[in-house]
């Protein structure tokens, strides 16, 4: 471990840095121990870090803490089983983010099913428990997870969480959902296409129009005894800051709007010099230049590749367990070309809070783009170094996040 000029580095690759940080951000929800986190990091770089080690070291973290757990709760200690739990699918969680760097990432869908089923006795032994939901949507409906306040059933205020491109449910827990319940807020952790168990079970890719998942999201809430019909809102996470934006355009029940952080096109993400290529003559050249000349020096880089790909269709997810890169250029590019707002975002009509990150390094000057293009009542808010909140999603500050978030909600909503 080590240190930068504004923050600490604990892998020299930035993903898994980036993810491990995450973890250690979320010990503020009881989903993880700092001296477990700190204890794996330290053995993944006395090894020397992979793709490799730092699967194998948070997959077996994760399973011993799962032991625990279980052995907690055959002997009645319910509270020492929760807490476990909670920890074990979070570190299992990164063992899922990167599975594709490991000897076996055909293994996906069962390490994913050891994460999950972690989640799933965990919020059964929250108080209230964890409500699992299957709402209508298409042939296999959309898993949620209803969390709600103790006390009396009543109606409350709603949030809808939607997750980005590459984290679990477990993180929406921490990156709002517990913070919201503990306002008096029910929070509603949804799994859309391309997320969760339609991704990892099903082989479901993310869609563009988010309104089309949205909408039976929320035609369930107004039926709710427990929801009030005025205070549905809505935050999207990561990637899906451009999904929620684009669902605000198409769906006016909804009382207000997070994009976290702001942004308008995701292939401005992705690197300028792929996104060159790809506008190429036709696919037959694009294709053959890539896999020619780009594929073959990816080297380490290759899993992080596939694991971006994978969520865009079927041939990327199976490219991405056969351990290659994602193949076909071409049309990733075209897919990924419609997650966009900006043609839509002026057709947002209800109060829409922009978040930003001072040293955004992912798409960085996109939640200003946003802000500018908003004609809605909005605010945009940048978080900073300073914080602790300055990078992607504010890793390592989810209580500062949150409260920006859940302040702003409050208020509008009063």
Same mark, same amino acid.
């Given at each position: 471990?080590?240190t930068?000029a504004?923050?600490l580095?604990l892998f020299?690759?930035?993903?898994?840095d980036?993810?491990?940080?995450a973890?250690?951000?979320?010990t503020?929800y009881r989903l993880?121990?700092a001296?477990?986190?700190?204890a794996t990091?330290?053995r993944?770089n006395r090894v020397?870090?992979?793709?490799?080690?730092y699967?194998?070291?948070?997959l077996?973290?994760?399973?011993?803490?799962a032991?625990?757990?279980?052995?907690?709760?055959?002997?009645?200690?319910?509270?020492?089983?929760?807490?476990?739990?909670?920890r074990?699918a979070k570190?299992l969680?990164l063992?899922l983010f990167s599975?594709?760097?490991s000897?076996r990432?055909?293994?996906?869908?069962?390490?994913?099913?050891?994460?999950?089923?972690c989640w799933?006795?965990?919020?059964e032994?929250?108080?209230p428990?964890?409500r699992?939901?299957?709402i209508?949507?298409?042939?296999?409906g959309?898993?949620?997870y209803?969390?709600?306040p103790?006390?009396?059933?009543r109606r409350?205020?709603?949030?809808i969480l939607?997750?980005?491109s590459?984290a679990?449910?477990?993180?929406l827990y921490?990156?709002?959902?517990?913070?919201?319940v503990?306002?008096g807020?029910?929070?509603?952790i949804?799994?859309?296409p391309?997320?969760g168990?339609?991704?990892?079970e099903?082989?479901i890719?993310?869609?563009?129009d988010?309104?089309?998942v949205?909408r039976p999201?929320i035609d369930?809430?107004?039926?709710s005894?427990?929801v009030d019909?005025?205070?549905?809102?809505?935050t999207g996470?990561?990637?899906s800051?451009i999904?929620?934006?684009r669902a605000a355009?198409?769906?006016p029940r909804?009382a207000?709007v997070?994009?976290?952080p %702001? @942004?308008? #096109?995701?292939?401005?993400?992705?690197p300028?010099?792929? =996104?060159?290529?790809?506008d190429?003559?036709d696919? *037959?050249?694009?294709?053959r230049h890539?896999?020619?000349?780009?594929?073959?020096?990816?080297?380490?880089?290759?899993?992080l590749?596939?694991?971006?790909?994978?969520?865009?269709g079927?041939r990327?997810l199976?490219?991405?367990?056969?351990g290659?890169a994602?193949?076909?250029?071409?049309?990733l590019?075209h897919?990924?070309?419609?997650?966009?707002?900006d043609?839509?975002?002026?057709?947002?009509?209800?109060p829409?809070?922009?978040?930003?990150y001072?040293?955004?390094?992912?798409?960085?000057?996109?939640d200003?783009l946003?802000?500018?293009?908003l004609r809605?009542?909005k605010?945009l808010?940048?978080?900073?170094?300073?914080? %602790? @909140?300055? #990078?992607h999603?504010a890793p390592?500050?989810?209580?500062? =996040?949150?409260?920006?978030?859940l302040?702003?909600? *409050?208020?509008t909503?009063?």
């Open positions: 471990m080590t930068t504004d923050r580095l020299s690759e930035p993903n898994l980036l993810q491990t940080r973890a250690l951000g979320a503020a993880a121990e001296g477990e986190v700190l990091v330290d993944i020397g870090l992979s793709g490799r080690t699967h194998e070291e948070f077996a973290l994760g399973r011993r803490t032991a625990v757990a279980e052995s907690a709760l055959r002997s009645g200690r319910s509270t020492t089983a929760r807490d476990g739990y909670l074990a570190y969680s063992a599975v594709l760097g000897a990432p055909a293994d996906e869908p069962a390490v994913f099913a050891e994460m999950q089923a799933h006795r965990a919020g032994l929250l108080d428990p964890v699992r939901l299957r209508p949507y298409g042939d296999l959309l898993p949620a209803l969390l709600t103790p006390g009396r059933p409350r205020p709603a949030l939607v997750n980005g590459d679990q449910s477990i993180d921490a990156f709002g959902a517990r913070a919201a503990e306002r807020w029910n929070a509603l949804l799994e859309g391309g997320q168990s339609l991704l990892f099903h082989g890719p993310f869609r563009p988010w309104e089309h949205i999201v369930h809430l107004l039926r005894p427990l019909p005025d205070r549905i809102a809505m996470w990561s990637m800051g999904l929620a934006i355009a198409f769906e909804l207000a997070v994009a976290d %702001g @942004a308008v #096109d995701n292939w401005l993400a992705w300028e010099i792929w =996104r060159h290529l790809a190429g003559p696919r *037959e050249t694009v294709n890539w896999q020619r000349t780009v594929l073959p020096d990816l080297g380490p880089a290759t899993p590749l596939a694991k971006r790909a994978e969520i865009f079927p990327f199976r490219d991405a367990r056969a290659r994602p193949q076909d250029l071409w049309q590019a897919t990924i070309r419609r997650f966009r707002c043609d839509v975002a002026h057709l947002v009509a209800c829409t809070l922009v978040l930003g001072e040293d955004e390094s992912l798409i960085p000057g996109q200003t946003l802000h500018n293009l809605c009542p605010q808010t940048v978080l900073t170094t300073a914080q %602790g @909140a300055g #990078d999603c390592m500050a989810p209580q500062v =996040r949150n409260g920006v978030m302040d702003w909600l *409050e208020h909503l009063a």
